[in-house]
Every structure is written in structure tokens, then in C-alpha cells.
């Protein structure tokens, strides 16, 4: 049984795959880990008050995301919408790391930014 195949083309084998799974993890590895902390720092829409999202009160953030959604010149939206999908974006990307006493002045931020708009 000299001739006898085991059914396996040659890069389906073992070694193969893995070459293939590290060229994969070395790429994998060359991508920032935080792209949503990047768009944070570098949004087309919005040019954003440093740390707003983390320190400040509902009012002072609705406030401020009215502030910076009024002065781009770079949105696609109206100001209300850059404003409000910028903060909802923080909130979802947050998940399960923010805390939820934070996530509830965020919520609240939200009706805040209706009103500071007249949506309310």
C-alpha cells in the first residue's frame, strides 16, 4: 500500500492551519485593541470636551455635546442627532464596564439633551 493517501489535501494539514492561525494572530496583534476609544479621540462629527463622559453631571454633559454638535462643521446629521449618537455610542461601547450608578446619570443625560435641544 505504498500509494495510500490519508484524504487530507496538503494545506489542510496540521501544520498548515497553524502557519496560517499565527499570520492571523500576528495581524490580529497589529490593530489597536480600542477602536471605539479612537473614535472617541478622533471623530469626524464631533470635537468633544476632554473626559466629559466620565466626570460630568447630566446637565453639564448634555450641555456640552450640544455645545460641540453646533459648532461642527463636520457632521452628517443635524446637531441633535450628532449629539445624541455620540453619547448613546459611549454608553453601548461602555457595556458591562460602566458603572451602573454612571450609566444612569448617562440615561438621564439623554432626556437632558432633549430638552437643551426644545425635543423635549
Known sequence: MAGKTTGK????????RRQRHAHTARRRAAKPRRWSAEVMRHSDALDLEHDI???GSPQEVAESLK???TASRRRKGTPFQSAMSMLNFYINRAGRQ???????ELQKAKQKLREVFGRA
Do not use: E
Open 53 to 55: 463622559f466620565k466626570n
Open 98 to 104: 460602566l458603572p451602573a450608578k454612571r450609566r444612569a
Open 9 to 16: 489535501s496538503p494545506r489542510s494539514g496540521g501544520h498548515a
Open 67 to 69: 455645545r460641540s454638535a
